[in-house]
């Protein structure tokens, strides 16, 4: 079926494709005649009613005065095969691919299962989008464009359309119905972006290591050959060097493969108290040889949440290995890192509230360390940028990280500052019960007449 409708909306016959195929699934099998022959004989001793008792209208046990052959759905199913257009809505959930059908004015007249289920609340925007609606009013017969959408995470999708011809009716279109097949080209397009920024970036980063780690070993090969103290020194720096690396490519590897995935929210109802138990169990090789206090606060009756739980556990390990990092950079000090966890506070949800009102939980880590500068808070979240002047550096992706998780989740990060006095960063996630608009998928001949 999904190569029977790409090959509708790649131009495949169109009307007479799909006539076709309605009255293949209303025709009974060969194989089936002398079973239904057999049944039709059989049937009045049982005081069933016949084939040509329903063609006469009289529905025998059973049959009332509706005049369609007393079953319910017999008046309808005539309709539809005489308008075979009108059983386009019941073919498009049969197919796995996502499918929608634009009514008269360009607006979504119906949205298969597999599209709401694929692309939920954003089939509002990809309909509305100028690309979709610009090929739409100059379709003749087939064509095809990619939107791009940027909010609330970017994702590419790749339309296909095709318009068929109504048969004359009271639900005939004058310019005929459009159906559209989505294809989700997130993913390919998230591959692409990541070797550009690859090329971009991540060469050089790699970059610096690799030079130090060639004159080292020029080094070591040469003038340092036989002084063991030297030898014992280089070597520490080239393995700190060599973890450089691998830290990095294991960062590059984990946030391609958060971006191949932003677009598809979680489904997995989890305990946010729970996950962040577990993520401080996994932080504690961070604080071991360290002068570091560390506090964990669980309000009461935390609400769950809809979420991935080993991506809000990485979001909790980046969050707190910096507040780790960063705690003690302020000489005289005890260090300390809290993490809280608790239902956010009622907001009027305006819009500059810190989080949407309707409920949700926060989580919060804070550290006491030197703080960020104002002018830098706005780009922390960028890939490979680093605060400037900070005594240590790691790779510059912990919070892009962060940021795009939090996006797939539909939550939402704060990140707050002071210098000399500390950094607290703000995790919102929205609650199990909240979850993305439904698009309508009312009666496509209704909506569209």
Request: aromatic content about 4%.
């Amino acid at each position: 079926m999904h190569d029977l409708l790409t090959g509708l909306v790649a131009g495949g016959g169109g009307y007479a494709l799909l006539h076709a195929v309605v009255t293949r699934i209303r025709r009974p099998r060969h194989r089936d005649d002398d079973a239904a022959r057999e049944q039709a004989r059989v049937a009045p001793a049982r005081g069933e009613a016949t084939r040509d008792d329903v063609a006469r209208g009289n529905g025998g046990r059973g049959s009332g005065s509706r005049g369609d052959g007393g079953q319910p759905g017999a008046g309808r199913d005539a309709a539809t095969m005489a308008d075979p257009v009108a059983a386009l809505p019941h073919m498009l959930d049969l197919l796995p691919g996502a499918c929608i059908i634009f009514g008269p004015r360009g607006d979504l007249a119906y949205a298969s299962s597999s599209a709401r289920d694929m692309f939920g609340d954003t089939l509002g925007a990809i309909v509305r989008h100028p690309a979709t609606q610009q090929l739409l009013e100059h379709l003749s017969t087939t064509a095809e464009t990619t939107v791009a959408l940027d909010v609330p995470v970017r994702r590419v999708v790749r339309v296909l359309m095709r318009r068929i011809a109504t048969p004359s009716g009271r639900n005939a279109h004058p310019r005929g119905v459009v159906v559209a097949l989505l294809e989700d080209r997130t993913g390919q397009d998230a591959l692409d972006r990541m070797r550009g920024d690859f090329v971009a970036h991540a060469s050089h980063e790699l970059r610096t290591p690799l030079a130090a780690l060639s004159g080292f070993i020029e080094t070591l090969r040469g003038p340092a050959a036989n002084d063991a103290p030297a030898r014992a020194r280089f070597l520490g720096i080239m393995a700190g060097q060599a973890e450089r690396m691998l830290r990095l490519i294991e960062r590059l590897s984990y946030l391609s493969r958060v971006q191949m995935v932003e677009h598809q929210r979680p489904r997995t109802r989890v305990d946010i108290a729970a996950v962040v138990a577990r993520a401080m169990d996994e932080a504690r090789p961070l604080l071991e040889g360290a002068d570091i206090t560390c506090a964990l606060n669980v309000a009461p009756g935390v609400v769950p949440v809809m979420a991935d739980g080993d991506q809000i556990v990485q979001v909790m390990l980046n969050l707190v290995g910096n507040a780790i990092r960063y705690a003690p950079g302020v000489p005289g000090r005890k260090a300390h890192v809290d993490i809280g966890v608790a239902n956010a506070p009622g907001r009027d949800g305006g819009p500059h509230a810190p989080w949407p009102a309707g409920g949700g939980v926060v989580v919060t880590v804070s550290d006491n360390g030197p703080g960020i500068p104002a002018r830098y808070l706005p780009r922390v979240t960028e890939q490979f940028y680093r605060v400037p002047g900070q005594a240590q550096q790691g790779t510059g992706l912990g919070l892009a990280i962060v940021k795009h998780i939090v996006d797939r989740h539909g939550g939402r990060l704060l990140i707050e500052s002071t210098e000399g006095q500390g950094t607290r960063c703000m995790l919102w996630l929205p609650p199990a019960d909240v979850l993305p608009a439904d698009v309508a998928s009312g009666d496509m001949g209704a909506e569209a007449s």
